[in-house]
Protein backbone atom coordinates (compact mmCIF):
# COMPACT_ATOMS: atom_id res chain seq x y z
CA UNK A 1 0.00 0.00 0.00
CA UNK A 2 2.77 2.27 0.85
CA UNK A 3 4.47 2.08 -2.16
CA UNK A 4 1.62 2.58 -4.29
CA UNK A 5 1.20 6.15 -2.67
CA UNK A 6 4.89 6.97 -3.09
CA UNK A 7 4.16 5.72 -6.64
CA UNK A 8 1.40 7.91 -6.71
CA UNK A 9 3.04 11.14 -5.28
CA UNK A 10 5.76 10.60 -7.63
CA UNK A 11 4.10 10.99 -10.67
CA UNK A 12 2.09 14.08 -9.45
CA UNK A 13 5.18 15.75 -9.06
CA UNK A 14 6.47 15.13 -12.44
CA UNK A 15 3.13 16.36 -14.10
CA UNK A 16 4.20 19.34 -12.15
CA UNK A 17 7.36 19.91 -12.92
CA UNK A 18 7.90 22.80 -11.00
CA UNK A 19 7.86 21.37 -7.43
CA UNK A 20 11.66 19.95 -7.76
CA UNK A 21 14.78 20.87 -8.41
CA UNK A 22 15.84 20.58 -11.91
CA UNK A 23 18.75 20.54 -14.00
CA UNK A 24 20.45 19.65 -17.49
CA UNK A 25 21.72 16.25 -15.34
CA UNK A 26 18.14 15.47 -13.73
CA UNK A 27 16.01 16.43 -17.34
CA UNK A 28 17.58 13.43 -20.10
CA UNK A 29 14.89 14.83 -22.42
CA UNK A 30 16.02 18.07 -22.83
CA UNK A 31 19.28 18.08 -24.50
CA UNK A 32 21.64 20.99 -25.32
CA UNK A 33 21.05 23.34 -27.72
CA UNK A 34 23.51 22.66 -30.97
CA UNK A 35 23.69 24.01 -34.34
CA UNK A 36 23.15 20.51 -35.66
CA UNK A 37 19.49 20.51 -32.80
CA UNK A 38 18.40 23.94 -34.63
CA UNK A 39 15.91 21.62 -36.57
CA UNK A 40 14.50 19.36 -33.59
CA UNK A 41 12.26 22.12 -31.88
CA UNK A 42 10.01 22.03 -35.29
CA UNK A 43 9.41 18.66 -35.55
CA UNK A 44 9.05 18.46 -32.00
CA UNK A 45 6.60 21.34 -31.98
CA UNK A 46 4.97 19.68 -34.71
CA UNK A 47 4.04 16.36 -32.75
CA UNK A 48 3.00 18.31 -29.62
CA UNK A 49 0.71 20.73 -31.56
CA UNK A 50 2.63 23.60 -30.85
CA UNK A 51 2.62 26.37 -32.96
CA UNK A 52 5.51 26.09 -35.62
CA UNK A 53 7.98 28.40 -36.61
CA UNK A 54 6.42 30.46 -39.17
CA UNK A 55 3.08 30.61 -37.79
CA UNK A 56 1.43 34.44 -37.06
CA UNK A 57 1.84 34.75 -32.82
CA UNK A 58 -1.78 34.52 -31.99
CA UNK A 59 -3.92 37.92 -30.99
CA UNK A 60 -3.18 38.09 -27.02
CA UNK A 61 -4.52 40.97 -24.67
CA UNK A 62 -4.53 40.44 -20.88
CA UNK A 63 -3.18 42.80 -18.26
CA UNK A 64 0.27 41.91 -16.65
CA UNK A 65 1.03 41.73 -13.00
CA UNK A 66 2.31 45.33 -12.18
CA UNK A 67 -1.35 46.02 -14.17
CA UNK A 68 0.61 47.14 -18.11
CA UNK A 69 -2.01 45.97 -20.64
CA UNK A 70 -0.70 43.12 -22.91
CA UNK A 71 -1.29 43.12 -26.48
CA UNK A 72 0.69 40.71 -27.97
CA UNK A 73 0.25 42.74 -31.78
CA UNK A 74 1.58 45.84 -30.69
CA UNK A 75 5.22 44.58 -30.13
CA UNK A 76 5.62 43.86 -33.47
CA UNK A 77 9.16 45.83 -34.49
CA UNK A 78 10.70 43.61 -31.13
CA UNK A 79 11.51 40.57 -30.38
CA UNK A 80 9.45 39.11 -27.77
CA UNK A 81 9.78 35.68 -26.17
CA UNK A 82 6.76 34.34 -24.42
CA UNK A 83 7.58 31.78 -21.92
CA UNK A 84 5.18 29.34 -20.53
CA UNK A 85 5.88 27.64 -16.94
CA UNK A 86 3.80 25.54 -14.62
CA UNK A 87 3.98 27.96 -11.41
CA UNK A 88 5.11 30.88 -9.29
CA UNK A 89 8.29 30.76 -6.40
CA UNK A 90 8.65 26.59 -7.36
CA UNK A 91 11.98 25.53 -7.41
CA UNK A 92 12.53 24.58 -11.04
CA UNK A 93 10.16 27.91 -12.15
CA UNK A 94 12.60 30.44 -10.07
CA UNK A 95 15.54 29.20 -11.50
CA UNK A 96 14.27 29.76 -14.97
CA UNK A 97 13.19 33.20 -13.83
CA UNK A 98 16.22 34.00 -12.22
CA UNK A 99 18.13 33.33 -15.20
CA UNK A 100 16.18 35.69 -17.59
CA UNK A 101 16.45 38.28 -14.83
CA UNK A 102 20.23 37.36 -15.08
CA UNK A 103 20.04 37.75 -18.57
CA UNK A 104 18.21 40.93 -18.54
CA UNK A 105 20.61 43.05 -19.79
CA UNK A 106 21.79 41.46 -22.80
CA UNK A 107 17.74 40.98 -23.74
CA UNK A 108 17.42 44.80 -22.78
CA UNK A 109 20.27 45.40 -25.31
CA UNK A 110 18.29 43.06 -28.11
CA UNK A 111 15.23 45.24 -27.33
CA UNK A 112 13.34 42.26 -26.54
CA UNK A 113 10.04 41.83 -24.55
CA UNK A 114 9.73 38.82 -21.84
CA UNK A 115 6.27 37.35 -21.21
CA UNK A 116 6.65 35.08 -18.56
CA UNK A 117 2.57 32.84 -18.23
CA UNK A 118 1.69 30.68 -16.13
CA UNK A 119 -2.21 30.21 -14.55
CA UNK A 120 -1.08 31.93 -11.32
CA UNK A 121 -2.95 35.14 -10.44
CA UNK A 122 -1.83 38.38 -10.38
CA UNK A 123 -1.62 38.32 -6.72
CA UNK A 124 0.74 35.38 -7.34
CA UNK A 125 2.40 37.01 -9.74
CA UNK A 126 3.17 40.70 -7.68
CA UNK A 127 4.77 38.31 -5.17
CA UNK A 128 7.02 36.42 -6.76
CA UNK A 129 8.21 39.21 -9.23
CA UNK A 130 8.87 41.11 -6.34
CA UNK A 131 10.80 38.19 -4.35
CA UNK A 132 12.97 37.63 -6.96
CA UNK A 133 13.46 41.23 -8.45
CA UNK A 134 12.06 40.39 -11.85
CA UNK A 135 11.97 43.19 -14.06
CA UNK A 136 9.73 41.38 -16.84
CA UNK A 137 5.86 41.08 -17.26
CA UNK A 138 4.25 38.03 -15.90
CA UNK A 139 0.78 37.33 -17.33
CA UNK A 140 -1.92 35.03 -15.88
CA UNK A 141 -3.64 32.39 -17.62
CA UNK A 142 -6.12 31.01 -15.55
CA UNK A 143 -8.48 29.94 -17.72
CA UNK A 144 -5.72 28.42 -20.32
CA UNK A 145 -6.60 30.63 -23.30
CA UNK A 146 -3.23 31.86 -23.88
CA UNK A 147 -1.97 28.46 -23.66
CA UNK A 148 -4.76 27.07 -25.94
CA UNK A 149 -4.00 29.50 -28.10
CA UNK A 150 0.02 28.42 -28.23
CA UNK A 151 -1.14 24.84 -28.67
CA UNK A 152 1.03 24.35 -25.04
CA UNK A 153 -0.30 20.95 -23.39
CA UNK A 154 -2.10 21.88 -20.00
CA UNK A 155 -2.03 18.59 -17.11
CA UNK A 156 -3.77 18.80 -13.80
CA UNK A 157 -4.00 22.67 -14.28
CA UNK A 158 -0.34 23.79 -15.13
CA UNK A 159 1.05 24.77 -18.84
CA UNK A 160 3.76 22.38 -19.56
CA UNK A 161 7.41 24.45 -20.20
CA UNK A 162 7.62 25.81 -23.41
CA UNK A 163 9.25 28.97 -24.84
CA UNK A 164 8.31 30.75 -28.30
CA UNK A 165 10.47 33.41 -29.92
CA UNK A 166 9.11 35.18 -31.97
CA UNK A 167 10.20 37.72 -34.76
CA UNK A 168 10.35 41.39 -35.57
CA UNK A 169 7.27 40.64 -38.01
CA UNK A 170 5.14 39.01 -35.62
CA UNK A 171 5.71 35.60 -36.63
CA UNK A 172 7.24 32.66 -34.91
CA UNK A 173 11.08 32.17 -35.42
CA UNK A 174 11.85 29.22 -32.56
CA UNK A 175 10.12 27.27 -30.25
CA UNK A 176 11.52 25.64 -27.10
CA UNK A 177 9.42 22.36 -26.56
CA UNK A 178 11.42 20.76 -23.91
CA UNK A 179 13.30 23.29 -21.73
CA UNK A 180 15.19 23.16 -18.87
CA UNK A 181 15.25 25.70 -16.57
CA UNK A 182 19.23 25.86 -15.57
CA UNK A 183 20.64 27.66 -18.80
CA UNK A 184 17.45 28.49 -20.92
CA UNK A 185 18.15 32.34 -20.70
CA UNK A 186 20.95 32.30 -22.07
CA UNK A 187 19.75 29.68 -24.91
CA UNK A 188 16.99 32.68 -25.34
CA UNK A 189 20.09 35.52 -25.32
CA UNK A 190 21.85 33.08 -28.35
CA UNK A 191 18.64 32.71 -30.12
CA UNK A 192 17.95 36.48 -30.41
CA UNK A 193 21.20 37.13 -31.26
CA UNK A 194 20.80 35.04 -34.16
CA UNK A 195 17.51 36.40 -35.65
CA UNK A 196 18.66 40.02 -35.23
CA UNK A 197 22.20 38.69 -36.76
Excluded at 30 to 58: F, N
Excluded at 61 to 72: I, P, R
Excluded at 78 to 84: E, L, N, Q
Excluded at 96 to 122: C, F, H, T, Y
Aim: with cysteine; aromatic share 6%.
Amino acid sequence: MKRTALLALAAATLVVGCDKKESPAATPSAPAPSAASTAAPTAAAKQEGLLDVGAEAPKIEAVAHNGQKVDLASFKGKPVVVYFYPKDDTPGCTVEAKGIRDEWPELRKAGAVVLGVSSDDNVSHRAFASKYDLPFLLVPDAEHHIANAFGVPVSNGYAKRVTFLIDKGGKIAKVFPDVTPQGHAKELVAAITDLQG
